[in-house]
């Protein structure tokens, strides 16, 4: 059994993928590393998903998701105030794609968050099991799927994408075609 982030692990370094679920083994963080560094993600995660469950594509709407995930977290004041003007840069941009999308495309029929999905299929070692959790899936009035991935940290080069060694999303659609992703249509 792999995630589709494991995937990718996999394609670049087999040997972390058999030291993790062979040895048993787990990374310890680095020296450098502040521990406030995943907070980001969750927060926004967490504010994203608030906003969209409400339902109110404003800006300031999502600028108060982001404050209400932010304050949750209990950062250090320094940290909360500087990720607070970044939080604001990221939801004016949001709030403009969204309503670009709405604009373009209507509201989806259908949207889940957070989605977990599980497709099993027969391999040469017996039934392999390939896990995902889709931040956002949306299904339009035509039935064709959009997968939202949320990235806080740096985007996955086009060219790494195009030659499969970044193949989330293209795994998470081919589930989502195999209906792998409970209660959401093939």
Partial sequence: RLSVTEIETWLRDPYAIHARHVLGLTALPALEEAADRSDIG?????????????GDLREDSLRAAFGTALEARSLR?????????????????????????????????LRALEVRGRHEFAAPGGTFSLTGRADRIEIGADGRATIIDYKTGALPSVKDVEAGWSSQLVLEAAMLAEGAFGGLPP
């Avoid at 969750?42 to 409400?54: C, N, S």
């Avoid at 105030?81 to 209507?106: F, S």
């Fill in 77 to 109: 004041p320094a940290l909360a105030a500087w990720w607070r003007v970044r939080l604001g840069r990221i939801a004016e941009w949001v709030a403009e794609r969204e309503r670009m999308r709405a604009a373009a495309g209507g509201a989806p029929v």
């Fill in 42 to 54: 969750l927060i926004v995660h967490e504010g994203l998903d608030a906003w969209l469950k409400r």
